[in-house]
């Protein structure tokens, strides 16, 4: 039996390998002494003090921060009124529904970014900030119905109208009753919605406008040519993701995504 499993082990370590080793390679060079990202000499943090010294890399981090909490404020007030409605809905409706708003998911983000750049020129918007945010809106905001959705179909509703009947306002009954079921699901997609913007790339690039966020910033690093600060940047974006997406999963489970 045990030699049976031997294989297996060695597949799942190879794969992991290979997940793991470029990531842990990314991170080792953001400490490198020397300015090469390919021989390690030693271990210095002057990279990391370049990057948070440097207007550059401050402004990305910066328009990266704006981006993600706005989308996430924006995603977690309009996800949960969506949501709210999508679990009353009837089922032939909420079908139809639940096809309609996955569908920026499925689509592939090169043609949701050319889509939104002709649409911003069309209607003569100008590329800020304010389109960045608009696109990670558009991308993020099903995620967020999808999660919050998820938590207020196994709950009994009828609760609702139970403090409703006891006197309760729509507010009151919200704040007592709804509010403090839904909390972990509210905070778990609004990390996941920040996850997500800090990391978007492609729809970035067409829509910031020269105000890059930290992946287009890489991406422009990484055409003038390589050195460690890439390296650091790069960490930091791994690392803000992981640590977000590990504390969004101690709020929401796989099994309460599944209906």
Known sequence: ????????????????????VPAFLVVLF?????????????FSTQWYTKVF???????????????AVWTALFDVLAGSAAAFGMVRMPRRWLTIFSSVYLIPIMVPGLLIGVALLVFFSELDIRLSMFTVIVGHILITLPLVILVIGARLERLDLSVMDAARDLGAGAFTAFRRILLPMIAPALAASALLAVAW???????????????????????TLLRRGLDPSVNVVATLLLAATTILGLIAARFVSVRDLSR
């Open 1 to 20: 039996m045990k030699a049976a499993k031997a294989p297996w082990v060695i597949l799942v370590a190879a794969v992991l390998l290979f997940l793991f």
């Open 30 to 42: 953001s400490f490198n002494a020397s300015d090469s990202t390919s021989t390690f000499s030693g």
């Open 53 to 67: 010294t440097t207007e550059e890399y401050t402004r990305a981090l910066e328009n990266s921060a704006v981006a």
């Open 197 to 219: 913007s800090l990391d978007e790339f492609i729809i970035t690039l067409f829509t910031n406008g020269g105000t890059p966020t930290v992946p287009v910033l890489i991406f």
